[in-house]
């Protein structure tokens, strides 16, 4: 098979994984129209809200993005922050600039994807093995993971629309 064909292939596959999730609730559906007074409620049993849940995938997949483009990024520190504090409370504006970054650092891997430079199976050389195909698929599992939780914490509050 032609490798460009077969890199364009696996490139378009990522990208789906990563913005439309395939099998399962995207992330943009499973946070739409959360009523700001229902972030900060963890129901009965559990250890996370919906904010901590959304604020601890902006991190994440900001933290493996910054990764695989900064030879120098230091990672947080885990799992300190990569968590915020129960106590916390968002407002409309931390709550739409968590969204965002979370939209648009999706959109800044998939630029990463699609660099006709990057070899998505090269180990990255500051890394231990990790290369960009292996990080593509960790974002896109963490991220289905926790829209996972996110919709149940909605079913449970009574805020899930599906």
């Given amino acids: 098979m032609d490798t460009t064909v077969n890199k364009s292939l696996i490139i378009n596959e ?6 439309k999730g395939n099998a399962h609730v995207t992330f943009d559906d499973a946070v739409e129209d ?11 049993n559990l250890p996370y809200n919906l904010w901590q849940l959304t604020e601890h995938i902006r991190i994440a ?3 493996i993005l910054e990764f695989c483009m900064n030879p120098r990024h230091k990672s947080p520190k885990w799992p300190d922050e990569y968590w915020p504090g129960a106590a916390e409370v968002p407002d409309r504006i931390n ?22 430079d990057i070899d998505l199976y090269q180990p990255l050389a500051h890394g231990t093995g990790q290369n960009i195909f292996r990080e593509a698929l960790l974002i896109a599992d963490h991220n289905a993971y926790h829209v996972g939780q996110i919709i149940l914490i909605r079913r449970l509050l009574n805020i899930w629309k599906g």
């Fill in 14 to 19: 990522l990208s789906k994984l990563i913005n």
């Fill in 34 to 44: 959360i009523p700001l007074d229902k972030l900060a409620i963890v129901p009965e």
């Fill in 61 to 63: 997949q900001w933290d």
């Fill in 95 to 116: 709550w739409e600039t968590s969204l965002k970054q979370i939209k648009a650092d999706r959109q800044r891997f998939i630029q990463l994807l699609n660099d006709p």
